[in-house]
């Protein structure tokens, strides 16, 4: 099957159904078929399963074919398969020379390495052979399984170097496919909660003083789409139904379109999946999908104090507030509470909140036009 794996037919959508995905596939994409027209020192592609990682390190094998060179495509695995098979034969002569095939071919594409090998044997093994790659300088595409920067870091040194011998690729985030629904935008709320379709008078709900104030505030989101600096972040406070979700979800879409990575969620929804990827069977650990909350493009964390304190929940969510907020990552919040009730329960985060040079607090009052006027 990867013989038919080309650039001609690489399709961005194949792999990724978002914005952000497609962008990072189609730069990584670029550098790919320079790189095959002429292999020369390392490339890794790194991404979450499924981010076309394969399918590239296969095109380039495919094009150096194509322009009559050699080229050793291997997967991790089927390779300490194949060195271990050596030792079976009567001669150790067998394994010396399978592994001098691998470490001397002139251009090797390794797949789905992991960047911690399960046993020493393995781990010894694959460290020998891209340690001498490395060394003489030989053209080498690795596929990686994983975060590199919680690889070994024997590999972390070796995967990307400061002159530009080897250099990392990233197609999409780890934890960005394994999170198709944790954190993804629902269809329904994506197609209901536009600029468009907000109605400021909170469907004929709402007093002309009121309709004024939503007004400013709608309008002053749809120009922080267009660039969130200087306020890197938003506090939309209101009562329930006036509002809040509805333009969150606006912003965080026209974001989306213009290729940011976007992670939504209510704050209690964001515990729960948290809270689920300590289990064994979760796609993703507790820890990839931490970081990807943390370092998202643009975080949306819907009706923050609606859901259950504990322990767990404020230390998780002063993680991610704190390291956002030192990071200056564009982020929004909605909550009916007061910034001054959410210090009082939560002084770390609240001390965050209150930052008038990082966060904008945007007040929207009236009635919950969803009941009538009554404001529930």
Known sequence: ALRECSFESADPSSFHNNPAG??????????????????????????????????????IANRQIELGQAALFVTSGDL??????????????NFIDRLSQVRDARLL???????????????????????HRHSARLAT???????????????????????????????????QLQTSIAGEIPPNMRRRMTFDTFQTNGD?????????????????????????????WLALLGPLG?????????AAVEREYRGDDIFFATVADLLD???????????????????????VDLLVLDDLGAERSTPFAEDKLFQIINYRYEERLPTIITTSHHISE???????????????????????????????????
């Open 204 to 232: 004929g709900q709402n007093t002309t003083e009121h309709s004024t104030g939503i007004a400013g505030v709608h309008a002053f989101i749809q120009k922080w789409v267009e660039n969130p600096a200087p306020y890197r």
């Open 80 to 93: 300490l398969d194949y060195l271990r098979s050596g030792f079976d034969a009567d001669e150790e002569r």
């Open 342 to 376: 959410i210090s009082s329960a939560r002084p770390r985060i609240g001390s965050r909140l209150q930052d008038q040079n990082v966060v904008l607090v945007l007040g929207l009052e009236g009635p919950d036009y969803r009941q009538g006027g009554a404001r529930g």
């Open 242 to 250: 006036v509002g809040k979700t509805h333009l969150a979800v606006a």
């Open 273 to 295: 999946y948290l809270r689920a990827a300590f289990s064994p069977d979760s796609p993703i650990a507790h820890i990839d999908l931490l970081q990807r909350i943390k370092m």
């Open 22 to 59: 497609r962008k990072a596939f189609q730069e990584a994409l670029s550098v790919v078929q320079v790189y095959a027209e002429n292999p020369t020192g390392w490339i890794t592609l790194a991404g979450p399963s499924g981010s076309g990682k394969t399918f590239l390190a296969a095109a």
């Open 141 to 175: 595409v690795i596929t990686l399984r994983g975060d590199p920067e919680r690889a070994d870091e024997f590999l972390r040194t070796r995967l990307e170097t400061s002159d530009g011998f080897a250099e990392i690729v990233r197609l999409g985030r780890l934890g």
């Open 109 to 131: 594409i390794l797949d789905d390495l992991p960047t911690n090998p399960a046993t020493p044997w393995g781990q010894d093994r694959l460290f020998q052979l891209l340690a």
